[in-house]
């Protein structure tokens, strides 16, 4: 198998927008879902944040390229208008929100010096494609900063079946959803075939493994077990029954009351100069 997405008549976002994964995708910030981008930030850049979510990064590097700019796209209104009462909120004035696509980005050549993408090439079933798009948007010297999860690496203590299940599922509905679960390995490889001649690959890890950690990162899991598109995704597909995702839901909670517990996410990253 060479990890490129398998070809697939539909393309969607595997997890949703239920509280649970909401919940997660609020957590994060640039110190814990972008620092390898850090050095490379500086005042009054021009940024474009593709796959913006919630807006907490969007928000973030906002507050790091001021008197710069930064552009938050996403696929869901709802989401969109949710980030931007967020940014309101908190007094951000230079960041704003749209609604776009990945693949036919709203905006001229050379418009931005950054674009931003986490957790977002391994949910397209063209990755490529977005990442030349992105290049056409980047002014020469531009980088484009992308971190993908890669769920062929994900490790945990102790064993449990249930989540080796939820490993195995996870991989089977991106697959049949259009996305690829070995994103984070394929970053490097993407960018090179989007045209990008100057490409550096890094990786980093999320650990769970406090109380709270647990608690955290268990319980929102177990909630997309049964609740969110995922579980949706896993009925539909045929990949799992209710009962079967009630089970991994279980593992979940037990894990997070285990004090032995410990997680590790591995993520690649890329930084690639137009």
Known sequence: MDGAPAPASREGYTHGHHESVIRVHEWRTVDNSAAYLIPHLRDGLRVLDVGSGPGTIS??????????????????????????????????????FRVGDAYALDFDDDSFDVVHAHQ??????????????IRRVLAPGGVLAARDADYGGVIWSPES???????????????????????????????????????????????FSSDRDREWWGGAWSDRATKSQFAAHAIESGHASVSELEAVAEAWRTWAADPEGWLLMPHGEIIARA
């Not at 973030?60 to 001021?66: G, H, I, N, P």
């Not at 931007?84 to 007094?91: F, K, T």
């Not at 550096?200 to 890890?205: I, N």
């Open 161 to 207: 079946a249930g989540l080796a299940r939820w490993l195995q599922l996870n991989r089977d509905i991106y697959r049949w959803n259009g996305g690829e679960a070995l994103a984070g390995r394929l970053l490097k490889r993407w960018a090179l075939a989007a045209g990008f001649e100057e490409v550096d690959a890094t990786g980093s890890v999320w650990v």
């Open 120 to 133: 977002v090439m391994q949910h397209l079933g063209r990755p490529v494609d977005a990442m030349r798009e």
């Open 59 to 96: 928000i973030d590097l906002a507050r790091r390229v001021r008197p710069g700019s930064v552009v938050g796209i996403d696929a869901s209104a709802e989401i969109v208008e949710r980030a931007a009462g967020l940014a309101a909120s908190q007094g951000v004035t230079n960041v704003e």
